[in-house]
């Protein structure tokens, strides 16, 4: 189930990739997702508004602020050169900042994001970009972990203990390392 060496390199394309088959789908199915639930919703509570798009469309940009506020905060722990890097880096353990939350908070992004984006697209891109970013993103972050295991041992195993791989602790779980940038472990997209 872990990912291999050639899609951790070329995350970036695969992700692109996944994004649009996503929106190819309208092919398939041209109805989009955001008006899809609005009229449900109407179904079960009465007729549809011009409201119920808004509300449905604001919960779209909600949950891509939420993703891009959780990537940007997650990135700036890391070095740019981690970041960007094709490797895994396993050098240090970074617990600071949203790692106190969440081991994976750029993974956890990446949900985020296709969740938010697939409000936009039809109703089997929506369910192509979720399924499709949740699995990848899982196959990506089990090597990642697999490689800071060997690398970090005991502090790793602690870390692990204490904090959820993708789903997020409203509580930090780690009490504050001081380091303001340092390298995390690998590099997440």
């Given at each position: 189930?872990?990912?291999?060496?050639?899609?951790f390199?070329?995350r970036?394309?695969?992700?692109?990739?996944?994004?649009?088959?996503?929106?190819?789908?309208?092919?398939?199915?041209?109805?989009?997702?955001?008006?899809?639930?609005?009229?449900?919703l109407?179904?079960?509570?009465?007729?549809?508004?011009d409201?119920?798009?808004?509300?449905?469309?604001?919960?779209?940009?909600?949950?891509?602020?939420?993703?891009?506020?959780?990537?940007?905060?997650?990135?700036s722990?890391?070095?740019?050169?981690?970041?960007?890097?094709t490797?895994?880096?396993?050098?240090?353990?970074?617990?600071?900042?949203p790692?106190r939350?969440?081991?994976?908070?750029?993974?956890?992004?990446?949900?985020?994001?296709?969740?938010?984006?697939?409000?936009?697209a039809?109703?089997?891109?929506?369910?192509i970009?979720?399924?499709?970013?949740t699995?990848?993103?899982?196959?990506l972050?089990?090597?990642?972990?697999?490689?800071?295991?060997?690398?970090q041992g005991?502090?790793?195993?602690?870390?692990?203990?204490?904090?959820?791989?993708?789903?997020?602790?409203?509580?930090?779980?780690?009490?504050?390392?001081?380091?303001?940038?340092?390298?995390?472990?690998?590099?997440?997209?």
């Open positions: 189930m872990q990912a291999t060496l050639f899609e390199r070329h970036w394309w695969i992700i692109s990739l996944i994004f649009a088959v996503a929106f190819f789908a309208y092919v398939l199915d041209p109805v989009n997702c955001g008006v899809a639930m609005a009229i449900w109407a179904g079960h509570h009465g007729p549809v508004t409201n119920a798009y808004r509300l449905i469309f604001a919960f779209g940009a909600l949950l891509l602020i939420v993703a891009a506020g959780l990537r940007t905060w997650g990135t722990y890391l070095q740019a050169e981690v970041l960007r890097d490797h895994l880096h396993t050098e240090r353990l970074l617990a600071d900042g790692y939350h969440v081991r994976n908070p750029l993974y956890l992004g990446n949900i985020f994001l296709a969740a938010g984006i697939g409000l936009m039809s109703r089997i891109g929506c369910l970009l979720l399924l499709g970013m699995v990848f993103v899982i196959r972050l089990l090597p990642e972990e697999s490689e800071l295991w060997r690398d005991e502090p790793y195993r602690f870390y692990c203990a204490a904090v959820p791989r993708v789903v997020p602790s409203l509580r930090p779980r780690m009490p504050p390392a001081g380091n303001a940038a340092g390298l995390r472990g690998s590099a997440p997209s």
